[in-house]
């Protein structure tokens, strides 16, 4: 399953001409976008929506409402043109090993719930010097859904964007604020960063041994009762050779 670009750049530009008919604005999907690595001058939103997969090995098919949307939009005022990049991200499917990420399809409602939103935020954004009118259109279940969200076969957790990926990576904080894993992902430039306990209990024990060597070597200080002692016996071995000369 791949999202329908034709009717999403249809349904946009519907949207968009209905709220500002002077305009022109272009909407591609664009599956390099990062999150928080907008281009100079382009504004990020993000949301997430009910989505439905079908594994292309085994025709598994699952439904989602934790589908994310990444969007990064541009806005030339002089000119009364905008850009839109959208990114949708994919699942896996949970019964195949080594499955590849699947892109979702979404139904007619949903597909007019997600560009709806985009649209509000393009005219929240450039039109409306950030006051929005309408509140977002709330995730519609199409379907009943049993369990918690699958984040390890969410290519959004993997990558740090889904906010529920995010909870199960997030732990409490090590001792070593130096000792961090960081999780690459397949886009550079995004990756999440978690505690890594291994590595900070064996900074610690080299640590401990350290602190064990100090104390095992010499003092920086010497003792002046050795220091008198040493003169003394100087002393006594220069007059017992001018005594027995």
């Known amino acids: 399953m791949v999202v329908d670009t034709r009717t999403w750049e249809q349904t946009f530009q519907e949207l ?16 390099n976008l990062q999150l928080d690595c907008p281009a100079q001058g382009w504004k990020q939103y993000q949301q997430r929506a009910f ?16 589908v994310q949307i ?49 649209v509000q935020h393009i005219l929240e954004k450039y039109y409306r010097n950030g006051m929005r009118k309408s509140s977002e259109m ?22 740090g964007v889904c906010g529920q990926g995010l909870k199960s990576y997030m732990t409490k904080p090590s001792k070593s604020p130096l000792c961090h894993l960081y999780i690459r992902s397949s886009s550079p430039g995004t990756g999440v960063y978690i505690p890594n306990p291994a590595k900070n ?32 016996l100087l002393v006594l071995m220069v007059v017992k050779c001018f005594t027995s000369e």
């Open 16 to 31: 968009i001409r209905e709220a500002k008919p002077w305009a022109t604005w272009t909407l591609k999907l664009d599956g």
């Open 51 to 66: 989505g439905w997969f079908r594994c292309s090995s085994c025709q598994r098919s699952w439904a989602s409402a934790q």
């Open 70 to 118: 990444l969007c990064h939009t541009y806005w030339k005022h002089w000119t009364s043109q905008g850009q839109v990049r959208v990114r949708v991200f994919g699942q896996r499917c949970q019964k195949c090993s080594w499955s590849q990420y699947e892109m979702p399809e979404f139904s007619s409602g949903s597909t007019t719930r997600i560009l709806n939103n985009l």
């Open 138 to 159: 709330p995730v519609i279940l199409e379907v009943p859904l049993d369990g918690s969200h699958d984040t390890a076969n969410c290519e959004a957790c993997t990558l």
């Open 201 to 232: 209990q064996s900074a610690g024990a080299k640590g401990a041994k350290g602190s064990e060597y100090e104390k095992l070597g010499p003092s920086d200080g010497s003792d002046p009762l050795v220091i008198y002692v040493t003169i003394l």
